[in-house]
């Protein structure tokens, strides 16, 4: 037992701040604590640990937003959300995932700028391209844990308010994560290693949430979407950064 006291440590910590920008952002826990975790743990225990715990995370934002959330525009991007889980694995078994991993960091630093200087409705919020994205977001979730910024760039570009955003995501995510957390246990990727760390995990998940709670209620609207774009923009920056340091 003593043998897995460091892996409680880091992954807690990373939690903790993961949890910290998911709740004030809506997006963006695996962004934020899988850095810190992989470098302690493999990728696969990371993706399961983070998926798992984030959905208590999930359970509060939804109930804490609960009279902004969009239900019927979210119940197709769900549906297609869910669709993609079952192609997580499967896709990335054909495709070089640091490539894909670099695809996906560019369009995501490149869709925030585009979004955060062309402040109208942008095609990000035609129903045809938030659903496609909403399957591949599921696809995505489920395999890497990453996507999210993709579903918050066309939350913003549908001129979603603050708590929309906070309430509505987390609502997909639940649903998405839920059915990958799902296909870990029958799979055997949730090993008691998993169980551990989710464990110790899901506390310094709910403090983030907190901190973020108080933090979030200081920004105006227009100051949040300045905030969203920021950590959407940096989310990027980073995936990217990780991407070409691990393929060297």
Known sequence: MTDIYPEIIVTSLALLFGSFVLSSAGFGIAIAASPSMLMILDAKTTV????TVSLAVFV???????????????VSPICF??????????ILDFISTTLLGMAISILIIGLGI??????SRTF?????IFNA???????????TGIGGPLMAIAAVSRNWERDSVRGSLPLYYLVVEGTAVTGYLFSGMF????????????????LGFALATLLVRKFAENQYRTYLLAVIIAAGVISFAKEITTSF
Do not use: C, D, H, K
């Open 48 to 51: 399961v640990v983070i998926n």
């Open 60 to 74: 509060f934002m939804i109930v804490q937003n609960r009279s902004q959330i969009r239900f019927r525009e979210m």
């Open 81 to 90: 959300g869910m669709l993609g889980v079952p192609f997580g694995l499967l």
């Open 114 to 119: 585009y979004v955060w200087f062309y402040r």
């Open 124 to 128: 990000m919020s035609n129903s045809l």
């Open 133 to 143: 994205t909403s399957f591949v977001v599921g696809a995505l979730l489920t395999s």
């Open 191 to 206: 090993t008691l290693e998993v169980a551990i760390l989710t464990s110790f995990g899901i506390v310094p998940a709910l």
